[in-house]
């Protein structure tokens, strides 16, 4: 199906199955488990594009029509879903760059799906930091097995594949395919945010796993995987505010004191004009971001400084507007279910998913001190 085909099979996908939903699901700690076959069955999981002659030919739209799935599940209400239905392109994305072979076999119950798939990186005592990995893999046989600890992994508690990271000696970090089994053990996490989306820590027991891509690649596999992640927090989080914002406007031109409609208070109305503004500004560079980078023959991934900064513009934004949005409603702000009181918790874990913004903040200063060096030679 064309983009728009799409775009409107996932607004009624969105409609009919997700938004009524989102309170009782962010309530009960997690999303039906169905909804991923439903979704597959709709082609929301393969953004309308057939796997039928090319099980990887999704990977190969544009970050447009990518972009349109997490706006599309995002404009539901709920981040936790964007993530849940949102997230497979990063992991098999990089399974794709390791081993064709290997993303042909497992992309097509991800795309309909049967099967999930997680990214595991994360571990409990530094992150993701791929220099400070201390799960291990050793050789067994033509395949390998590992051991160690994984946590805060999104859908990890129900994903059959599960994309991780370990050292292998000699080789330093590279990346395996994990089917799961009764060697990887589950414990479900209890998140800030995202309450719908189950999360979990894995424990990796001599775990059966499959080397994807050389030895000691993890980096350059995961590089453009990542860059796609924060593409999708940019937009999720940009989306969030949009739709966070139009409901504090809504708050302030209904709620009164004294007679009066806080929007037409001076203090509650400037305030409402510079986070519109701030909207308006990160929704331009988000935007003029993926149609550079997202039309037929443009490069697949915008440059790394600039999904850094979009990233950090669009998440500092969310938290901006959702405090501001707890503030207009009052009371009913604090309380659950209602939108600003989800988004308040959601953002935090927005910023820091993804690499958190001294990360970015990184990246965005190691391209200045390079552009820098190179215009004084």
């Known amino acids: 199906m064309n983009a728009e085909q799409f775009r409107q099979r996932l607004e009624a996908f969105v409609e009919a199955q997700i938004r009524d939903q989102v309170a009782e699901w962010e309530a009960g700690g997690r999303y039906p488990a169905t ?22 030919a999704p990977l190969d739209a544009g970050l447009m029509r990518r972009a349109m799935l997490i706006r599309g599940l995002a404009r539901g209400g709920a981040q936790s879903i964007a993530v849940g239905l949102g997230s497979h392109f990063v992991p098999l994305s990089a399974v794709a760059g390791g081993s064709k072979e290997c993303a042909n076999e497992i992309a097509p119950s991800i795309w309909n799906g049967t099967h999930m798939i997680a990214l595991a990186l994360t571990e409990p005592h530094g992150g993701s930091n791929l220099r400070d990995i201390r799960s291990y893999a050793q050789r067994d046989g033509s395949n390998y097995r590992i051991s160690g600890e994984k946590a805060f992994i999104c859908n990890g508690t129900r994903a059959e594949y599960l994309l991780v990271s370990a050292c292998l000696a000699d080789s330093g970090p590279s990346l395996f395919l994990v089917e799961s089994g009764e060697r990887v053990r589950k414990q479900p996490l209890v998140p800030l945010g995202w309450r719908a989306l189950p999360q979990a820590h894995l424990t990796f027991v001599d775990a059966p796993a499959r080397l994807v891509g050389q030895p000691g690649s993890a980096l350059r596999l995961l590089r453009p995987a990542l860059a796609l992640e924060r593409v999708n927090l940019a937009v999720l989080a940009i989306t969030s505010a949009r739709l966070l914002f139009d409901e504090m406007l809504a708050d302030a031109c209904m709620r009164e004191i004294d007679g009066c409609a806080l929007a037409e208070k001076q203090a509650p109305a400037h305030r409402l004009a510079c986070s519109a503004t701030q909207l308006r500004i990160v929704e331009t560079f988000v935007d003029a971001l993926l149609t550079s980078f997202g039309e037929d023959g443009a490069p697949a991934m915008p440059p790394q400084t600039d ?62 001190r390079r552009n820098h060096a190179e215009s004084n030679r």
Do not use: Y
């Open 307 to 368: 999904i850094a900064m979009a990233k950090n513009a669009a998440t500092r934004l969310l938290e901006l507007v959702a405090r501001e949005a707890v503030q207009f409603a009052g009371a009913r702000g604090c309380v659950a279910p209602s939108l600003a009181e989800r988004m308040f918790r959601d953002a935090r874990l927005l910023a820091i998913g993804g690499g958190s913004e001294e990360v970015m903040n990184e990246i965005i200063v190691r391209d200045l």
């Open 35 to 56: 909804l991923h076959r439903e979704a597959g069955e709709a082609g929301i999981l393969s953004v309308g594009m057939s796997s039928d002659d090319a099980p990887c």
